[in-house]
């Protein structure tokens, strides 16, 4: 079943979710990922088992009607999320925290901890959420029902990767992969797209889309039209473009808010959520963009944290001062946050 699912789990077994077929009595999948009906099977032949040969995007609750005995579970790069808490004797389950919350008889208070992590920017922890006792199931890891404590398992397996010269058609080759995937089965996909690398990779694998952009006449600063224009002439796509002049980020954010019952992870929805109503009216099934971007081709600090490890101060001050936006002679103040 793909979608927002909603559970209660208590001594009569599973309540508020519609049965998928065999053991399984809810899975929420997406399409063209997992069938229910294998997931069902696997599980019932091999129990927790099975979950490392289940592929794709997945959040899951195995439930074994005969054992009266079940599972949460998430695939391993969290694409899909699973929330959960307690009320008296029952697990209340969802994919949505805002589906959650509807079960509850009252929502609960903030997680203080979680509250402080948000204000300093250091995002909330992992398996938290900003209301106390509603946790998130983290990615590659299920909850045995019946079980506080969540258990890993998957974790990524160490291996050789490409060396430097085979890492750029590596890259080419699997983000092709990638778009090929996302486009399976669309038939009207578009890309939305900025000025960026990200999206115009997406935008140029993806093979002359329709594409959907926000542009900022009155703010050259942070207006990337020619970008888009540069990008979209070279990959042959149509391109349908949205001013914005007076957009207000607040109002955006407190609409999602209001609807999702958390704040955004990002301010940008003042632009995202327009274009993408654009597109929906204008017959688009599936819209690919950028997002990830950051974390793919952007610098990570961690290897800096690596060579101090290894005791070679020296390649951690060479890594840091050559950071991008560093420039040629960066401030003593920046090189030592770095």
């Not at 439930?63 to 998430?74: E, I, K, N, P, T």
């Not at 688009?284 to 950028?290: A, E, K, Q, S, V």
């Amino acid at each position: 079943m793909s979608g927002v699912f909603a559970a209660r789990i208590g001594a009569g077994g599973v309540t508020g979710a519609p049965a998928a077929g065999g053991t399984a009595r809810m899975l929420c999948l997406a399409d063209g990922d997992v069938p229910e009906r294998t997931a069902a099977l696997a599980f019932e032949r091999d129990g927790e088992r099975a979950l490392p040969a289940l592929g794709g995007r997945f959040a899951l609750l195995l439930w074994d009607r005969a054992r009266a005995a079940g599972v949460l579970a998430r695939d391993p790069l969290g694409h899909r999320s699973v929330f959960y808490t307690r009320a008296g004797a029952d697990l209340l389950v969802a994919s949505e925290l805002r589906a959650l919350l509807e079960l509850l008889p009252s929502t609960p208070g903030p997680d203080e901890v979680s509250v402080a992590h948000w204000l300093a920017g250091t995002g909330v922890p992992v398996g938290r959420t900003l209301y106390a006792g509603v946790r998130r199931l983290p990615p590659g890891s299920l909850l045995r029902v019946g079980e506080d404590e969540p258990q890993r398992w998957w974790s990524p397996a160490p291996g050789e990767g490409p060396s430097e010269a085979q890492a750029p058609e590596f890259l080419r080759t699997a983000m092709a992969s990638a778009v090929e995937r996302a486009l399976a089965g669309a038939e009207r996909p578009a890309v939305l797209l900025s000025g960026g690398f990200d999206s115009g990779s997406i935008a140029a694998l993806a093979g002359a889309p329709a594409t959907y952009s926000g542009v900022f006449p009155d703010h050259p600063g942070v207006d990337e039209s020619a970008a888009i224009a540069a990008t979209t002439a070279h990959v042959g796509a149509h391109g349908s473009e949205r001013r914005f002049e007076d957009a207000s980020a607040l109002a955006a954010c407190a609409e999602f808010l209001l609807e999702h019952h958390v704040p955004p992870a990002s301010p940008n929805g003042f632009v995202w959520r327009p274009l993408i109503r654009g597109a929906a009216a204008d017959g688009i099934t599936r819209m690919l963009d950028g997002e990830g971007g950051d974390e793919l081709f952007g610098c990570a600090p961690f290897l800096i944290a690596d060579a101090l490890r290894a005791g070679r101060p020296d390649r951690a001050l060479a890594l840091a001062r050559s950071l991008p936006g560093m420039g040629p002679r960066p401030r003593r103040s920046w090189v030592a946050q770095a």
